[in-house]
């Protein structure tokens, strides 16, 4: 059977007063090349143009923003001047803030083109709050050409979906520790010991983003109050948020006190690149979108990161498939490699009541 796979991206245009247009994609991965090499040639012979052709588009969109991109640095070779160091981090910004919803649009055309190719193809329904696992099991079954259909939202809204039968899987997150059993208070009405179980993904740790060395000299949630920091947050409703109010009561800290905490981004990735971006001194989240950015990261609570699912759909062909992905070597080493994550006792099976108590 034939399927077909789609990708939607986010990419950044140039337009001139006269309607002009020039992405600056084709640029990116050179300016990226140039900044690891220290040199235009070996940036264009990575990417495979000739130095000409490579002088010539970096040539192109200096001039039409207006400033030199690259400069030559004493026993440095070409470095990348504060404009192409911008250039690299919009890029990267439009990619990671509108990761999600891109590619919850493709998966959503994907989806019904392969229902019209194939009539009825019975896939894969994950609803989950986002996470690097998550998309890392994606990934794996989309290499097996297991068909998916992935929403990330909030992880009470997840669970909701699966009680009104919407998905086969849902993710959600809980914390290690005194947190546990208010978070779970949250998803116990929806979940049935008799009808669901609970499959175990990784354990994570989440944490504050910084920027790099720490200019703020931040120690901690008690710093979020101070008057010279300022913070992006998640959204309402999302697992990390709750998890965030609860940690910052537990501190003494009041919400209303902290500058910032009213701006919202929907993900991990989109909260990293705002602090990389210098739009925020702060964010909180998961360690590997930190990574991802070069950002500091101080572990404030670990959790388990669960999927609930129907017992009786634990026998189908399509939850055995991604069953087998999750007890695999490959996946686990995949997982291992993020940071802060443990896949440890990864597909292992519980009982409602023995994961929410943790």
């Given at each position: 059977?034939?399927?077909?796979?789609i990708?939607?991206?986010?990419?950044?245009?140039?337009?001139?007063?006269?309607?002009?247009?020039?992405?600056?994609?084709?640029?990116?991965?050179?300016?990226?090349?140039?900044?690891?090499?220290?040199?235009?040639?070996?940036?264009?012979?990575?990417?495979?143009?000739?130095?000409?052709?490579?002088?010539?588009?970096?040539?192109?969109?200096?001039?039409?923003?207006?400033?030199?991109?690259?400069?030559?640095?004493?026993?440095?070779?070409?470095v990348?001047?504060?404009?192409?160091?911008?250039?690299?981090?919009?890029?990267?910004?439009?990619?990671?803030?509108?990761?999600?919803?891109?590619?919850?649009?493709?998966?959503?055309?994907?989806?019904?083109?392969?229902?019209?190719?194939?009539?009825?193809?019975?896939e894969?329904?994950?609803h989950?709050?986002?996470?690097?696992?998550?998309?890392?099991?994606?990934?794996?079954?989309?290499?097996?050409?297991?068909?998916?259909?992935?929403?990330?939202?909030?992880?009470?809204?997840?669970?909701?979906?699966?009680?009104?039968?919407?998905?086969?899987?849902?993710?959600?997150?809980?914390?290690?520790?005194?947190?546990?059993?208010?978070?779970?208070?949250?998803?116990?009405?929806?979940?049935?010991?008799?009808?669901?179980?609970?499959?175990?993904?990784?354990?994570?740790?989440?944490?504050?983003?910084?920027?790099?060395?720490?200019?703020?000299?931040?120690?901690?949630?008690?710093?979020?109050?101070?008057?010279?920091?300022?913070?992006?947050?998640?959204?309402?409703?999302?697992?990390?948020?709750?998890?965030?109010?609860?940690?910052?009561?537990?501190?003494?800290?009041?919400?209303?006190?902290?500058n910032?905490?009213?701006?919202?981004?929907?993900?991990?990735?989109?909260?990293?690149?705002?602090?990389?971006?210098?739009?925020?001194?702060?964010?909180?989240?998961?360690?590997?979108?930190?990574?991802?950015?070069?950002?500091?990261?101080?572990?404030?609570?670990?959790?388990?990161?669960?999927?609930?699912?129907?017992?009786?759909?634990?026998?189908?062909?399509?939850?055995?498939?991604?069953?087998?992905?999750?007890?695999?070597?490959?996946?686990?080493?995949?997982?291992?490699?993020?940071?802060?994550?443990?896949?440890?006792r990864?597909?292992?099976?519980?009982?409602i009541?023995?994961?929410?108590?943790g």
């Amino acid at each position: 059977m034939h399927m077909v796979d789609i990708a939607c991206r986010a990419e950044l245009i140039l337009r001139d007063a006269d309607g002009r247009e020039t992405s600056l994609s084709a640029v990116v991965p050179l300016l990226q090349l140039v900044a690891q090499t220290g040199s235009i040639a070996n940036a264009a012979a990575a990417r495979g143009l000739s130095y000409r052709h490579a002088w010539g588009l970096l040539r192109e969109i200096e001039a039409r923003l207006g400033g030199a991109l690259i400069t030559k640095s004493r026993g440095r070779g070409s470095v990348l001047s504060e404009l192409g160091e911008s250039v690299l981090r919009a890029q990267r910004m439009c990619g990671d803030r509108l990761e999600a919803p891109l590619q919850a649009v493709a998966n959503d055309v994907a989806a019904e083109l392969n229902r019209r190719l194939a009539g009825e193809v019975s896939e894969v329904r994950i609803h989950a709050s986002h996470g690097y696992a998550v998309a890392t099991l994606v990934r794996a079954l989309g290499e097996r050409r297991v068909p998916v259909d992935i929403k990330y939202r909030e992880s009470a809204e997840a669970v909701r979906a699966l009680a009104r039968s919407e998905c086969e899987l849902a993710g959600f997150h809980l914390p290690i520790g005194e947190f546990r059993s208010t978070c779970a208070e949250i998803y116990r009405p929806y979940l049935d010991a008799n009808k669901h179980q609970l499959i175990r993904l990784t354990r994570r740790t989440q944490g504050l983003f910084l920027a790099k060395g720490n200019p703020k000299g931040v120690a901690g949630l008690r710093d979020l109050a101070r008057d010279d920091v300022r913070f992006v947050n998640r959204q309402p409703g999302s697992g990390t948020r709750m998890l965030l109010d609860l940690a910052l009561r537990g501190v003494g800290v009041d919400p209303d006190q902290i500058n910032g905490y009213a701006s919202t981004e929907l993900t991990h990735s989109a909260i990293a690149a705002f602090v990389a971006s210098g739009m925020a001194d702060l964010g909180f989240g998961v360690q590997p979108a930190a990574q991802h950015f070069g950002l500091d990261f101080i572990p404030i609570i670990d959790e388990d990161y669960f999927f609930a699912c129907e017992r009786a759909r634990l026998d189908e062909a399509r939850l055995s498939t991604v069953l087998g992905v999750l007890r695999s070597e490959a996946f686990n080493r995949s997982v291992a490699h993020l940071e802060g994550y443990d896949p440890e006792r990864c597909g292992t099976l519980l009982d409602i009541d023995e994961g929410l108590r943790g």
